[in-house]
């Protein structure tokens, strides 16, 4: 029987900053609140360390790298709830500097995670948010860096405003074939696969909130958000705010009251808008 209930979702939520925004939502959300991870063990292990906090989330598997996984995710939250009103997209990947892995495979890699298999998990359970839902792509503010990396010619791309998903992804993908090429600081873009691959988010965010504005469903927000430097397996540890700091606006805009009008298809840190 489907249940009525509210539901949200966070990805690659077993440990670090997304483990945090769970925690942080069974504390101050009105429904259910569920736990993913590609590993089913690890995710009832992080599962079973809430419970022990009193906080009673639920745990589905969940890999964005495999269309089937999201697929059946999918399947799950249609069949018990009848829809989506929370997603936080917060899985990613990240090479440490001193990674000895070859530029060209950082650039695929990261950007296959961060940007096609958000975007993609995003096109799969956009059709179940329900109207006064919050989706918060979890980003960083070192896109701010990797845009200002790149030509004048390829920032005005991903700045235009008349820019499309399609057109975004073609932009995203010249990047990965640049640096395969070893030609992407010659073609203009940045140097860091990580910062490349949230500049897509970032602007996958942005067109992502304009065309949810031509959606029938009311009141669907959608924003990115920059955590922080967190104290995290992804920062070796190296950050100046715990996981808990580090979910705080995640959080803030995952619980947005209803028909808020800003923040909205921005991009946010520590509870303000950044100028992207």
Same mark, same amino acid.
């Given at each position: ?8 979702? =966070? ?10 925004? =769970? ?14 991870? #590609? ?10 360390? !809430? ?6 989330? $639920? ?13 059946? !995710? ?12 929370? !997603?936080?997209? @917060?899985?990613?990947?990240?090479? #440490? @500097? ?24 995003? *096109? ?9 839902? #919050? =989706?918060?792509? =979890?980003?960083? %503010? ?42 992407? *600081? ?11 691959? $949230? ?21 669907? %927000? ?13 920062? *070796? ?21 209803? @028909? ?10 520590? *509870? ?5």
């Amino acid at each position: 029987m489907t249940s009525t209930k509210r539901v949200a979702v =966070v990805t690659g939520s077993n440990k670090g900053i997304g483990f945090a925004v =769970v925690r942080g939502l069974c504390k101050s959300y009105d429904g259910d609140v569920c736990l993913t991870a #590609r590993d089913e063990g690890r995710g009832q292990a992080a599962v079973a360390d !809430l419970n022990k906090e009193g906080l009673r989330p $639920k745990f589905h598997q969940l890999d964005i790298n495999d269309q089937s996984s999201v697929e059946r !995710l999918k399947s799950f939250l249609q069949t018990t709830y009848g829809g989506l009103d929370v !997603l936080v997209n @917060n899985a990613g990947i990240a090479y #440490r @500097n001193a990674d000895p892995a070859p530029f060209a495979e950082q650039a695929e890699f990261t950007c296959k995670t961060n940007f096609w298999a958000t975007l993609e998990s995003s *096109r799969i359970l956009f059709p179940l948010l329900r109207p006064h839902a #919050r =989706v918060v792509n =979890v980003s960083s %503010v070192l896109a701010h860096r990797a845009i200002s990396q790149c030509s004048p010619a390829v920032q005005g791309r991903f700045r235009d405003p008349a820019l499309t998903m399609d057109g975004l992804e073609k932009i995203m993908q010249e990047f990965v074939d640049a640096a395969k090429a070893g030609k992407h *600081r010659e073609q203009g873009f940045p140097s860091s696969a990580y910062g490349a691959s $949230k500049i897509g988010k970032n602007i996958m965010t942005i067109i992502q909130d304009r065309d949810m504005r031509n959606d029938p469903r009311e009141d669907i %927000v959608i924003n990115a958000c920059c955590p922080g430097h967190v104290q995290t397996d992804m920062s *070796r540890q190296t950050g100046s705010k715990n996981i808990d700091e580090g979910a705080d606006s995640i959080v803030y805009l995952a619980l947005l009251a209803r @028909n808020t009008t800003t923040p909205k298809g921005n991009f946010v840190a520590d *509870r303000t808008i950044l100028q992207w």
